[in-house]
């Protein structure tokens, strides 16, 4: 049974930072990319970063470019998102998803590539 679960949301100002955590089991970690989404009411899921496999590349969203990095450690099966720079607008459910293959592929901002999801995390952040 795969689970894969979150952590690392809180409440903090704009400006300041936030480290989110993904950890899985049931599956074997390194075969899969990982991505973190956010999702906000009402609002469809967005794609906000992409890992490979390996860790030898990574994408993201425009939005949040040069604040946020992505990282895993395949020996923890954990991924890791650090948020820097935080703005009201990155205000959202965040959540962990482990993809379909190894690579993070031109459609790697669908939902439709990642086959399991975590419950989310929720990041808020204040002005």
């Known amino acids: 049974q795969v689970q894969v679960v979150e952590s690392g949301g809180g409440l903090v100002q704009a400006g300041g930072s936030l480290r989110l955590s993904c950890t899985a089991s049931?599956?074997?970690?390194?075969?899969?990319?990982m991505g973190w989404f956010r999702q906000v009411t009402e609002k469809e899921r967005e794609g906000v970063s992409c890992?490979?496999?390996?860790?030898?590349?990574?994408y993201y969203a425009d939005s949040v470019k040069g604040r946020f990095t992505i990282s895993r450690d395949n020996a923890k099966n954990t991924l890791y998102l650090q948020m820097n720079s935080l703005k009201p607008e990155d205000t959202a459910m965040y959540y962990c998803?482990?993809?379909?293959?190894?690579?993070?592929?031109?459609?790697?901002?669908?939902?439709?590539?990642?086959?399991?999801w975590g419950q989310g995390t929720q990041v808020t952040v204040s002005s």
């Open positions: 998803a482990a993809g379909r293959t190894g690579l993070c592929t031109v459609g790697w901002r669908n939902t439709f590539r990642y086959n399991y």
């Open positions: 049931g599956l074997t970690f390194d075969d899969y990319a």
């Open positions: 890992i490979s496999w390996s860790g030898a590349n990574t």
